[in-house]
């Protein structure tokens, strides 16, 4: 299994357990911005270079990686559909992170199972 990879499943646990905070404090929303961003760039990155490896086409963006995984049917469309939103938030988390309202980000903390998918339809993706 691939560093990135193994960082990935770490970072999902780490925000596993964050589901039980208030995010109150300055320190428990960096955490979470933090993490998602992380979690997101890890996405980003494994699909661009999965997309790079196999030689599958030139994106000319982020979500386009992701597209193209779709078009090779290494990644379902519906999954692929929620990373593209997540795209835009990595977006967002990096350039407007002041703006950014906590109780906009809490609800993906419980669709932390697609960043799982994604993890699993990289390593299917390794073998084809």
Not at 8 to 25: G, P, Q
Not at 60 to 79: G, K, T
């Amino acid at each position: 299994m691939s560093d990135r990879i193994a960082r990935l499943e770490k970072n999902i646990t780490t925000l596993e357990d964050m589901r039980k905070d208030s995010f109150a404090t300055q320190q428990s929303q960096w955490a979470l911005r933090y993490g998602l961003l992380e979690s997101i760039q890890i996405i980003i990155d494994l699909a661009c270079e999965l997309v790079s490896r196999r030689n599958l086409g030139s994106p000319a963006s982020y979500r386009e990686c992701i597209q193209i995984l779709v078009q090779y049917d290494l990644l379902e469309a519906e999954l692929a559909e929620t990373l593209e939103k997540m795209v835009g938030l990595r977006n967002l988390l990096v350039h407007d992170y002041d703006e950014i309202d906590i109780a906009r980000l809490t609800p993906l903390l419980n669709r932390l199972d697609d960043l799982r998918a994604f993890a699993a339809s990289y390593i299917r993706a390794q073998r084809w």
